[in-house]
């Protein structure tokens, strides 16, 4: 039996769905990050359970070719980043394989991952430069310290250059936290439920170069506004709204509901294809604009749509698929719980001159069974866009009830995704492709898009 504290020369038979390497010792499965499968390594046992358990790498005797030195001095102490140590194109085959083992296991397509039962599988669509891509990012603040946390933990590890994060972006929330303390607001203590500085998030236009800086707080306080606020527009111009967002609960949920805007506008504008769209604190837009281009595209072309066709867009966020949608449409419907996102979608269509999208604003497995089963509102093709739990079974339930001629699913989880398709198949639709795409490289998520049409 394998035990704690225990030290073992094992081989790296497989890489387990968030990157971890796996090995065996007599059966018994260790999981060790950073780690390759092709490699021998000297393993510590960190915790070991009934059945398998958790090591870490203290020497690496065979070398993966796949393997390359992280470029950023905090990767082996920072959770952001987990597949730094493979190269890009590694990376890529890893979130392939994923996505095809995950799937075929829900598909019962055994192990011949060449085609899921037929189904067509594209290879992955990745970044040319994959650093330095993501316009969004939510610093927590402790300890008089400004980071991440470590996986698993909320042990803050300071980062003076985040590798993915936009550089610009980036050096706004390190300098607008160092303003902040020296102007006398003090980091929130989780343990002590004191403090004011909760989180830093900053979100940027990629194509407009506008950028947002928001500071959430534990309560509506916050020392010497006015002081930084000239400070952080003198140095940063290009900063178009500071907003101030409480967060009073004892809670792990980053933002509260309650936004005040300090600054300028309480948006920012950018582009995304043709279109421009307003992105406000609350509203959902994807972090990395280049392969969300990449990603609606595959989308669009998979749902071959034709004119005259009704579609519907189910977790909308800020409209921005169904803005996509509009001009191959008759007409779009978009439905988001969040009422920010609605609204920010709404100002989208005019910002765009869109006379064809009506948004809803409520949850999708209550907003499309009353549209379809009491307005008689029927979609020919449903795009779907659900967070990481996937679709609710009612909005499942419904979409099968409407029968529209073309579903196309797109996920960021590959497990719940798995699970949603497998029901889908089972109840009237064909799986007919799969297209993943890399939005977040240097991290073990892989977003994916499926078409699936009626049988």
Avoid: W
């Amino acid at each position: 039996m394998v035990q704690k504290n225990e030290e073992y020369i094992v081989d790296i038979i497989d890489n387990g769905i968030d990157g971890e390497g796996i090995a065996k010792v007599d059966g018994y499965t260790l999981f060790i990050n950073g780690t390759i499968k092709g490699e021998k390594v000297k393993a510590l046992v960190l915790k070991a359970n009934n059945t398998f358990g958790f090591a870490k790498a203290l020497e690496l005797i065979e070398k993966s070719p796949d393997r390359e030195e992280p470029i950023c001095p905090a990767y082996n102490r920072c959770g952001g980043c987990t597949l730094q140590h493979m190269s890009y194109e590694a990376q890529m085959r890893f979130k392939e394989e994923k996505v095809k083992k995950t799937l075929s296991k829900f598909l019962d397509s055994g192990t011949s991952f060449k085609s899921l039962n037929g189904v067509e599988f594209e290879p992955v669509i990745g970044m040319g430069i994959p650093y330095n891509y993501r316009n969004k990012a939510q610093y927590p603040c402790q300890n008089g310290k400004i980071g991440f946390y470590s996986p698993r933990t909320h042990s803050l590890v300071e980062n003076d250059n985040c590798l993915i994060q936009d550089e610009e972006a980036d050096r706004l929330a390190k300098y607008a936290f160092k303003v902040l303390t020296d102007l006398g607001n003090d980091c929130y203590d989780e343990k002590e439920k004191t403090g004011i500085l909760r989180h830093i998030m900053t979100r940027v236009g990629k194509n407009s170069g506008e950028q947002m800086l928001v500071v959430i707080t534990n309560s509506k306080e916050l020392n010497n506004k006015e002081e930084f606020i000239k400070e952080l527009t003198t140095k940063f111009p290009n900063l178009k709204s500071i907003v101030q967002n409480i967060n009073e609960k004892d809670t792990n949920i980053i933002m509260g509901k309650k936004c005040i805007t300090l600054y300028g506008k309480d948006y920012i504008v950018d582009t995304l294809g043709d279109y421009k769209f307003k992105i406000s604190p609350l509203s959902f837009y994807q972090v990395n604009p280049v392969q969300t281009e990449a990603l609606y595209n595959a989308a669009i072309d998979m749902a071959e749509l034709k004119e005259n066709v009704t579609a519907f867009d189910l977790y909308c966020g800020i409209g921005t698929i169904a803005t996509f949608l509009s001009a191959k449409c008759k007409k779009v419907y978009g439905v988001e719980i969040v009422p920010e996102a609605i609204e920010d979608a709404k100002e989208n269509t005019l910002l765009n001159g869109i006379d064809n999208i009506e948004f809803r604003c409520g949850a999708a497995e209550e907003v499309i069974p009353k549209m379809y089963e009491k307005e008689g509102i029927k979609a020919d093709v449903v795009f779907v866009d659900p967070p990481r739990k996937g679709c609710d079974q009612v909005l499942l339930d419904t979409i099968v009830k409407m029968s529209p001629k073309k579903l196309v699913y797109i996920s960021c989880n590959v497990a719940t995704l798995g699970r949603d398709l497998q029901y889908l198949t089972q109840n009237g639709f064909e799986l007919l492709k799969v297209q993943p795409v890399d939005m977040f490289p240097q991290t073990a998520h892989c977003e994916s898009v499926c078409a699936l049409k009626l049988r």
